[in-house]
């Protein structure tokens, strides 16, 4: 038995445009990276992670 496919809502008018000027807006603004010291506990997990040994490894 099949299944109806919803129908896929289309953007018009008003909001439309104020979703592509926003959309535009954003790609030429680059998104914020992350701070000095995310990426020093990003690291510090990472490294964490590679070095991790299961408790009956260290027989």
Same mark, same amino acid.
């Given at each position: 038995?099949? *299944?109806? @496919?919803?129908?896929?809502? *289309?953007?018009?008018?008003?909001?439309?445009?104020? %979703?592509?000027?926003?959309? !535009?807006?954003?790609?030429?603004?680059?998104?914020?990276?992350?701070? /000095? !010291?995310?990426?020093?506990? @990003?690291?510090?997990?990472?490294? /964490?992670?590679? !070095? %991790?040994? %299961?408790?009956?490894?260290?027989?």
């Amino acid at each position: 038995m099949a *299944i109806p @496919i919803k129908a896929v809502p *289309i953007l018009s008018g008003k909001i439309a445009d104020d %979703f592509v000027r926003r959309a !535009e807006e954003r790609e030429k603004s680059p998104a914020p990276g992350l701070s /000095q !010291e995310r990426e020093e506990r @990003i690291a510090k997990v990472m490294k /964490q992670m590679r !070095e %991790f040994k %299961f408790p009956w490894e260290n027989k």
